[in-house]
């Protein structure tokens, strides 16, 4: 039962990697009916496709299942008509916008992937954005019939109470890690290069060249590159405050000065506006990091050290004060995990560990300050971090000691499943649902035809 019930982002995916496969010839049927919403053969052939190309054996017993998730996405969906529970339209484009970039970059390129579709990028657009658009509403919907839901510390108890003492979960060695992190800073000397990279690539455009070609060529932006800069739809909310600042200002076709923001140097242009949603291309130039400027950060790094084991400043505040990370800086620089069971934690198995921090903490005693390391962070700049252990936890045995957090995210999820449970057995027994009879043979669609009306 909860298998069906999770179709938010997996089916997404499912389905559009589905659509990047090669079109092929089939004879075409209905293969189930649920109230005024079909679902055809060539549908399901195509996730079955997806299924198939991800390296999977052939069995034909997950269309099954497959259909199972089909039909709860169109229960999802006629209820959110019922309900008035829609998406924007700006809300598409972007997630249209954003699975086109994801399939480009698999691809290797815009024109790589249209000969592989045989079809062009536009086409292909087209075709995706209902289905895309189901999914989001879809998704929606369901997240408006759980939203209220949440336990009380007796629920919690009564949910672990539940467990056998012999079946209780292991969790395994479990650390509590801070860190202030520090890039370097580059003077306005060290940056004029990257500045005058950009602002020759700006005057290119003024003179007539191609945005889209240019950004593909020197954008340092792996996300939207491929796209030709292309960033989709997005509103205020969603960029740092000096792109969305040029982005709301300028008219479509325009484009901006050279701009700086955290990520680098900018150059962008506006596609189009609708209401406060904005398309624009970008190009992105990263500064990167000089010896010099990685030795100023060192010997900031050893002061702030000193500082902290000297007991002029404490850690947390430290962090607040001098770390780099957004995310961990005003949380007195706790490193956060989170996982598919359980809420954001400062508490992080070991194997989840980067695995550069592990090494060091994992010789450290708890509450110890590590000296300052150098790493490299995914976008390839350099820096220092300070690590702080504030905890390890041996491996052991679920309890609600040590691990209430954990099963109440668990006891969460469960009431969450019971309730989506309920709420589909009951659109089901109200729902005119009809299944081909290939498909008799699958356990997992009888409940959809045994209480539905006929």
């Known amino acids: 039962m909860k298998k069906f019930l999770v179709i938010a982002g997996g089916l997404i995916c499912l389905f559009l990697n589905a659509q990047a496969q090669?079109?092929?010839?089939?004879?075409?049927?209905?293969?189930?009916?649920?109230?005024?919403?079909?679902?055809?053969?060539?549908?399901?052939?195509?996730?079955?496709?997806?299924?198939?190309?991800?390296?999977?054996?052939?069995?034909?017993?997950?269309?099954?299942?497959?259909?199972?998730?089909?039909?709860?996405?169109?229960?999802?969906?006629?209820?959110?008509?019922?309900?008035s529970i829609t998406v924007d339209e700006a809300q598409v484009d972007e997630e249209v916008d954003k699975r086109m970039r994801m399939q480009i970059q698999r691809a290797g390129g815009q024109e790589r992937l249209e000969q592989f579709l045989n079809r062009s990028v536009l086409q292909y657009k087209d075709e995706i954005r209902p289905d895309l658009k189901e999914q989001l509403i879809s998704n929606k919907m369901q997240g408006h019939i759980t939203q209220d839901v949440s336990v009380t510390p007796l629920e919690v108890k009564k949910y672990f109470d539940s467990y056998k003492k012999d079946s209780l979960p292991d969790i395994p060695t479990e650390f509590e890690v801070g860190e202030i992190v520090l890039h370097p800073k580059l003077t306005k000397a060290e940056k004029q290069k990257f500045y005058d990279k950009i602002d020759a690539l700006r005057l290119r455009v003024k003179s007539g060249e191609d945005f889209a070609f240019l950004a593909k060529s020197y954008s340092e932006d792996p996300g939207s590159a491929p796209d030709g800069g292309d960033l989709g739809f997005f509103d205020r909310t969603r960029m740092v405050k000096e792109f969305t600042a040029w982005a709301f200002k300028l008219k479509a076709g325009e484009i901006s000065p050279v701009f700086e923001s955290e990520h680098g140097f900018h150059i962008l242009q506006v596609i189009e506006r609708r209401g406060e949603q904005v398309q624009a291309r970008h190009i992105l130039i990263r500064p990167q990091t000089t010896p010099a400027s990685l030795d100023r950060v060192k010997l900031q790094a050893d002061s702030i050290y000193t500082?902290?084991?000297?007991?002029?400043?404490?850690?947390?505040?430290?962090?607040?004060?001098?770390?780099?990370?957004?995310?961990?800086?005003?949380?007195?620089?706790?490193?956060?995990?989170?996982?598919?069971?359980?809420?954001?934690?400062?508490?992080?198995?070991?194997?989840?560990?980067?695995?550069?921090?592990?090494?060091?903490?994992?010789?450290?005693?708890?509450?110890e300050i590590s000296k300052p390391v150098l790493f490299t962070g995914q976008d390839g700049k350099e820096g220092y971090k300070i690590l702080f252990l504030k905890s390890k936890i041996p491996p052991h045995k679920g309890n609600l000691e040590q691990d209430y957090a954990k099963f109440k995210e668990r006891a969460q999820q469960g009431k969450i499943d019971r309730i989506l449970s309920e709420w589909f057995e009951k659109r089901r027994e109200n729902t005119y649902i009809r299944i081909d009879e290939d498909y008799n043979q699958c356990d997992e669609l009888k409940i959809w035809t045994k209480t539905a009306k006929k």
Not at 350 to 365: R, S
């Open 22 to 83: 090669p079109a092929k010839k089939n004879i075409d049927k209905v293969v189930a009916v649920l109230g005024n919403n079909i679902i055809l053969l060539s549908d399901l052939n195509q996730q079955y496709a997806q299924y198939m190309n991800s390296g999977n054996p052939a069995d034909e017993k997950v269309k099954c299942y497959i259909l199972q998730q089909m039909l709860a996405q169109k229960l999802l969906k006629q209820q959110a008509e019922i309900d």
């Open 307 to 367: 500082n902290i084991n000297s007991k002029k400043i404490t850690f947390s505040t430290a962090a607040s004060l001098y770390s780099d990370n957004k995310e961990s800086q005003y949380n007195g620089g706790m490193i956060l995990y989170a996982d598919n069971v359980t809420a954001r934690t400062t508490f992080i198995p070991a194997d989840k560990l980067d695995p550069k921090v592990f090494l060091v903490v994992d010789t450290m005693k708890v509450g």
